[in-house]
């Protein structure tokens, strides 16, 4: 069971226009929610690379939110659709990994959205407080020490038989 | 070149010519009742007489139809004529004594009495000599009452101005004349209401006494065609103007009523225009204008009050929308400023609803924010106007602005009733509304008790909607909307008249509810902001652009197909994919996408974005 006062992190990457803006609006009209997001402004959410949200899931957050224009209204005519491809790929990818379905989220929220903006996070955080910590650099760093103890228990054992090679050579010499 | 003397005056004219036109043409007004620009001259009526010399023969002759000979001395009002005219009057009112036209007309020329009796003893209505009778079944009765007979009887001279122009002008003919003599008469074909009638109201028009009514010709179909200007409280014509303010001020065709577009027929308004400005072949043009900036100022609609259905627009008439009562105020209005209602009675108490289609959770929940302060100006005009009685409904009061509270107070001083309250029901008195009027029932919150106001007039002071077609605009001009529809600014405090796209820019209504100052002030901005732009002659790309890394570029040219603004080519030579950074809007697609990682996007380089993510990942 997670910590109660453990709150997720999620990185959102929004874009410029539309829900970057929402992001502002939402602001702007002191609407409340969680505070679980950090934002990342892109210009378009055709410029998330799937990398990114490996290197956020990679380094800690517990969920990703990707906030786009609503379809047909990209301010770069059609980025939203270059997202949209992507992101039915690397769910997919995801999936594989082990990495549950709610973590990873695309959301088309307009500029006048401030509201949905409020109910997105919050609805995405409720679910990921459920599903707890995802915690890959600590399984990282879990990993990392298993592969030391296995590295210990292999040099331990070359070392034990190198130990027991070398004794006979002893009495040999 | 040939010349005649009309009354004494020499004229020099030419052949051909017919002696009406020539004496028109110098101011010499000879009588007539059956000329018309648009038909050739007929000669019918024979009021046009005039006395003709030439080689010491003196002759009386139809002027519109004699042609002007050499030498010709004419007198358009000699002893002689006057009296052929009065004898010609005296003939027409024995058989139309109920013509004012008529009636007026021998009159002016002096006839004392008609000499002429009808056959049977009635006594005839006629104001001039009370000698005519009129026979029995020449009289009609109230329209209707007779669903098909002869067009015109009580006051047709037989001229058959009606019958040319509906056949030969308008291409219909939907009217002939029957009998002979006596029985002569103008009707529709076996006297049955006309198919082929287009009700272009042509006849009733041309016809010099009046005497035309189309419901004679083609019964319960004649409809006015309703102003849309005056919100149908008038009428109009399928040639009109738009609007008295209309820029340029000059007159349209409506396709869709203009008779020329029905039969091919009609253009009598090319025969009267002088200035040979009419042309029915014009065609829509669509002109392809380049600009460097726009600004939007579509407007807004009106709210349609029929939405709110228990207020009663639409179903009793004598609830109207604010936009027509200023119509009905108006000086230029269908009723030259005077307020009346559809029955032609003058209201004595007026109610008048705020908020229709504004702060209704049930419609729009925002405030239209004009409405308060036209409704109490409504109410001031009215007191004006019509002294009445009248009771402002009103949630709130929100008189923002310079002048405004004051305004407010003066129309409260003025005895104007303000009761806070939303208004529930708008329905007809006990008498069933046969009287017209109506009862609003609302409760008055600050008193705490439902009333029931009866009232002549209920006026609705309908919300701002935005344009139906603001979705289109918008995807067109590549902004957003705000949720209530209305143009989203780029920013509401810092940049209130800009959009999301450079070089666009908002003002007035289509932004939002307001008033005719701030739209003045918001379009002042936006032009300054559009001047702005313009004067530079140039202006700055964001630096967000992208660039690819030569080395790196594989020329799998997978980035190409991706941009939307084909900044991005491919250099054969080189085996590289090149971006034209002036093109380049700098949306960061190519980069996401490319697989060897060989594009970079200005300020939004990937290390930048890894290092984002790890900043913002480095708190708990």
Redesign the interface.
């Known amino acids: 069971m997670p910590d109660s006062n453990w709150?997720p992190?999620i990185?959102a990457f929004f874009c410029n226009?539309?829900t970057y803006?929402a992001a502002d609006l939402a602001g702007?009209s002191r609407m409340k929610y969680a505070p679980s997001v950090?934002i990342?402004r892109?210009?378009?959410s055709?410029?998330?690379?799937?990398?990114?949200i490996l290197?956020?899931l990679a380094?800690?957050?517990d969920g990703v939110l990707i906030g786009g224009c609503h379809p047909?209204?990209c301010?770069?005519?059609?980025?939203n659709y270059?997202m949209l491809r992507?992101f039915q790929m690397l769910k997919r990818m995801l999936e594989d990994m082990g990495i549950e379905q709610d973590r990873v989220r695309l959301e088309w929220i307009?500029?006048?959205?401030g509201?949905k903006v409020k109910t997105v996070i919050n609805d995405m955080t409720g679910k990921i407080k459920k599903l707890g910590p995802l915690g890959i650099p600590q399984k990282f760093e879990e990993w990392d020490r298993e592969l030391e103890r296995f590295a210990r228990e292999v040099d331990a054992k070359q070392q034990a038989q190198a130990e027991s090679k070398s004794e006979p050579e002893a009495v040999h010499a | 070149m040939i010349k005649v003397t009309i009354n004494g005056r020499e004229i020099p004219t030419e052949k051909g010519r017919t002696i009406l036109e020539v004496a028109r043409e110098v101011g010499i007004e000879i009588p007539t009742l059956c000329n018309h620009e648009s038909l050739p001259p007929y000669a019918a009526c024979r009021f046009c007489i005039v006395e003709i010399h030439r080689k010491g023969v003196t002759r009386y002759r139809a002027s519109c139809i004699f042609p002007v000979e050499d030498g010709m001395v004419i007198q358009t009002h000699s002893e002689r004529v006057l009296k052929i005219r009065r004898i010609l009057a005296e003939l027409m009112l024995a058989r139309c004594p109920e013509s004012d036209v008529l009636r007026d007309l021998a009159y002016d020329i002096g006839v004392g009495r008609c000499r002429f009796e009808r056959p049977r003893g009635e006594k005839s209505p006629c104001q001039i000599c009370r000698i005519c009778t009129v026979r029995e079944e020449m009289r009609i009765g109230p329209p209707g009452s007779i669903p098909s007979t002869f067009v015109g009887v009580t006051g047709c001279i037989l001229c058959g101005m009606c019958v040319r122009l509906c056949d030969d002008v308008m291409q219909i003919g939907a009217l002939a004349f029957e009998g002979r003599g006596m029985r002569r008469r103008v009707t529709t074909p076996f006297r049955k209401p006309s198919e082929f009638c287009v009700t272009c109201g042509a006849c009733s028009s041309i016809c010099p006494t009046g005497a035309i009514e189309l419901m004679r010709i083609r019964p319960q179909e004649s409809v006015s065609i309703p102003s849309e200007f005056e919100y149908g409280l008038a009428h109009r014509k399928p040639i009109h103007l738009p609007f008295p303010q209309a820029v340029p001020r000059v007159p349209i065709i409506d396709k869709h009523t203009c008779v020329y577009f029905q039969t091919g027929g009609c253009k009598v308004c090319e025969d009267n225009c002088q200035a040979q400005a009419i042309d029915h072949a014009m065609q829509d043009r669509v002109e392809e204008i380049e600009v460097g900036t726009i600004i939007l100022a579509t407007g807004f609609k009106g709210f349609d009050p029929k939405r709110v259905p228990y207020y009663g627009y639409g179903a009793y008439p004598n609830v109207y929308t604010a936009l027509e009562v200023e119509r009905l105020l108006n000086a230029a209005g269908p009723t030259g400023g005077e307020l009346v209602l559809r029955d032609k009675r003058k209201p004595k108490t007026v109610g008048i609803i705020h908020c229709v289609g504004s702060r209704d959770e049930n419609t729009n929940r925002y405030c239209s924010r004009v409405c308060c302060l036209y409704s109490l100006k409504l109410a001031h005009l009215i007191k004006e106007h019509a002294a009445a009685d009248i009771y402002n409904f009103y949630i709130d009061m929100r008189t923002p602005g310079k002048g405004m509270e004051e305004f407010y107070n003066r129309v409260a001083e003025e005895g104007v009733h303000l009761i806070r309250g939303k208004v529930a029901d708008v329905y007809p008195d006990s008498a069933g509304g046969a009287n017209g009027r109506l009862i609003i029932q609302a409760e008055d919150t600050l008193m705490g008790r439902i009333l029931k106001v009866p009232v002549d007039m209920v006026v609705l002071a309908i919300g701002l909607e935005p344009q139906a077609d603001a979705q289109e605009i918008r995807?067109r001009f590549?902004i957003?909307?705000?949720?209530e529809g209305f143009f989203?600014e780029r920013h509401?405090k810092l940049a209130p008249v800009d959009t999301?796209?450079d070089g666009i820019y908002l003002a007035g209504c289509c932004q939002g509810p307001k008033d005719i100052p701030d739209t003045v002030a918001q379009a002042g901005a936006a032009a300054a902001e559009a001047l702005a732009l313009m004067d530079a002659g140039f202006f700055e790309l964001e630096p967000?652009t992208a660039f690819v890394v030569e080395e790196e570029c594989s020329g799998c040219k997978s980035c190409i197909p991706?941009c939307?603004?084909t900044a991005i080519s491919f250099n054969e030579e080189k085996k590289r994919a090149v971006i034209n950074e002036t093109l380049c809007?700098?949306?960061?697609?190519c980069?996401?996408?490319c697989p060897s990682g060989s594009i970079v996007?200005n300020l939004?380089e990937?290390e930048e974005?890894?290092s984002?993510?790890?900043g913002?990942?480095t708190y708990?």
């Open positions: 709150t992190r990185v226009w539309c803006t702007v950090r990342i892109l210009m378009c055709g410029r998330v690379d799937p990398q990114f290197d956020a380094k800690g957050a047909g209204d301010h770069y005519v059609e980025g270059k992507r307009s500029a006048a959205e509201e | 995807r590549n957003s909307c705000s949720s989203l509401p999301f796209s967000n991706l939307p603004y809007k700098g949306c960061g697609t980069v996401a996408s996007q939004f990937d974005i890894f984002e993510i790890e913002v990942l708990a």
